[in-house]
Every structure is written in C-alpha cells, then in structure tokens.
Nanobody, 122 residues
Framework: VQLVESGGGLVQAGGSLRLSCVAS????????AGWFRQAPGKDREGVAR????????HYADSVKGRFTISNDNAKKTVYLEMNSLKPEDSALYYC????????????????RGQGTQVTVSS
C-alpha cells in the first residue's frame, strides 16, 4: 500500500504545475484525500482536500482560485492543478488519505506519500 506523488519541479512565478498522486494497493473510493505542503521551518499546511465519494472539495485561502483538486477513481489518482504560482508556494507537497473528512482535517492519515518538491522562482 502506497501513495506516490509526481509532477513537482522548478517553475517561474506565474507558471503552472500539475501534481499527481497514484495509489497502489488500495482505491480512493470512499476515502477523503488531500494535498498538503510543508516548507522548511514552517508548519504543515493543508492545501486542498476532496471527498472522492461525494466530490466535495475545500481549499486553503492561500490557494483558493489558483489550485484545483480532482480525482479519477478509475486511475486511482488524485491531482492538484496549480496555476499562477508564487514563490511562497514553494514547498514539499504530499498527498494523504484518511477514513473521513474530519480525520483528514485533523491530520489523522491512513496513508501518505513521500512528497514531490515544488520550487517557484521569482
């Protein structure tokens, strides 16, 4: 059972990236999934989350209107489309899965990936 992220990299401010999180050994069905980020010396931030069952989504204020979370259950993949990137978006981004929306909010993950680095240059 694992989650593997990809799609990170170095991009100029204003650019875009699309992150992918692929599940193996389980399915996203009936779970809540989210993208989180952590920069050196900073607390973890919940960037976006989605209920793969109902489709409900939530975004941090810092990314609202710029990032979009989506999922493809058939491909066992959760995506994070990131547009209008800013230097302050630079961080290690990882995905995580929890048994419920509230568990995801509390950081009580069932599984989490190792992350993919996003660096935005000014």
């Amino acid at each position: 059972v694992q989650l593997v992220e990809s799609g990170g990299g170095l991009v100029q401010a204003g650019g875009s990236l699309r992150l992918s999180c692929v599940a193996s050994g389980f399915s996203f069905d009936d779970y809540s999934a989210g993208w989180f980020r952590q920069a050196p010396g900073k607390d973890r931030e919940g960037v976006a989350r989605i209920s793969t069952d109902s489709g409900a989504v939530h975004y941090a204020d810092s990314v609202k209107g710029r990032f979009t979370i989506s999922n493809d259950n058939a491909k066992k993949t959760v995506y994070l489309e990131m547009n209008s990137l800013k230097p302050e978006d630079s961080a290690l981004y990882y995905c995580a899965v929890a048994g419920s929306w509230s568990d995801l909010v509390r950081g009580e993950f069932l599984y989490r990936g190792q992350g993919t680095q996003v660096t935005v240059s000014s």
